[in-house]
């Protein structure tokens, strides 16, 4: 059995992700997308430098011949810049506790993305699949929960929330009262979005079902309180997972003719991309979106060449003659 003592590339890291966790509020997809980056930096620093190496023999030459390393691994740049993100951060983090003098992972340039638009559908083949809901399950889906399958597809749609966001809702943060929903996003920050009317219709239909199901199981504590949304088998607290809202969201739309890459956040996509064609501030759907910079808001948004052309032409006074 080796007792070699973990490096000091890896002991730093492993501090770092505990920073991340407990004082920023990192969620757990987070800490575990960081955990892989660094993890793999700090392997790759130990076979370079050696496992008794030191910060201080960092350069970004070796930080780039990584990022190379990873393109001959047949890794996409979308791929190489978020492990250089990570990387960057970590070593930020590393400065700021006087491990480092500066940071070579600043004078590495972040690998250029081919800039792609999300394809969303469009309103009204949205529209039509929560139509198709609202009539309850065809036959061959029989076996599903189609009062909580329209809860789920009204509230990615309908309030432009993340999956993560979704699953974590709990009776308690529905405000019927003031008509919104508190969410918890990226780093536990708490915001309300607007709860639609449809939605609100979609959730009072849902929670008969959600009670019977739970006070068959015996979870006659949850009736009341705890998740809003939860799994077919009632296990444990019964929350669903983000993994099952995929699956469903994709069944559901490809049965409804929908492309077949369509998950739960081609619904985000669609609810910014939407509301923007209606006319709404991007200001504040950035807000909805809970998104901190409003360069992300645009990335969620498009306009079609004509729908810019039509606002031209309606607003510009030399638009037409």
């Not at 996409?76 to 003098?101: D, M, N």
């Not at 789920?152 to 009776?171: A, M, P, Q």
């Not at 409003?294 to 003659?321: K, M, N």
């Amino acid at each position: 059995m080796s007792t070699e003592s973990p490096s000091q590339f890896h002991q730093q890291a492993e501090r770092f992700l505990a920073m991340l966790a407990n004082e920023r509020g990192a969620s757990e997809h987070t800490v575990r997308a960081y955990a892989r980056e660094i993890g793999n930096f700090a392997a790759y620093l130990d076979e370079t430098l050696t496992s008794s190496g030191s910060f201080a023999q960092v350069e970004h030459l070796h930080i780039r011949a990584y990022l190379a390393l990873l393109y001959d691994r047949g890794l996409t740049k979308a791929s190489a810049a978020r492990a250089l993100a990570a990387i960057r951060s970590w070593f930020k983090w590393l400065a700021k506790e006087g491990l480092i003098q500066q940071n070579p992972a600043l004078l590495v340039s972040t690998p250029k993305r081919p800039v792609r638009l999300p394809r969303v559908p469009s309103m009204e083949d949205v529209n039509r699949v929560l139509n198709s809901l609202e009539t309850g399950a065809k036959k061959e889906e029989a076996a599903a929960w189609p009062e909580r399958d329209r809860v789920i597809f009204e509230l990615l749609y309908g309030c432009g929330i993340r999956n993560s966001e979704l699953v974590g809702i709990d009776l308690s943060d529905i405000q019927w009262g003031n008509d919104s929903i508190l969410v918890r996003g990226k780093g536990r920050k708490e915001r309300f979005v607007p709860l639609g009317d449809e939605a609100a219709i979609a959730i009072r239909s849902y929670l008969p079902a959600r009670e019977a199901k739970l006070a068959a199981a015996g979870k006659g504590l949850l009736l009341h309180e705890g998740a809003l949304l939860i799994n077919m088998r009632t296990r444990g607290d019964c929350r669903i997972t983000t993994r099952s809202v995929g699956r469903i969201v994709k069944a559901i739309a490809q049965s409804r003719g929908l492309a077949a890459d369509v998950h739960p956040h081609t619904l985000r996509h669609a609810f910014g991309t939407h509301m923007l064609e209606e006319g709404a501030d991007l200001r504040a759907i950035q807000e909805m979106l809970g998104h901190e910079r409003l360069s992300t808001t645009q990335r969620y948004t498009q306009l079609t060449v004509g729908q810019v052309q039509r606002v031209y032409d309606e607003t510009h006074p030399r638009a037409r003659s």
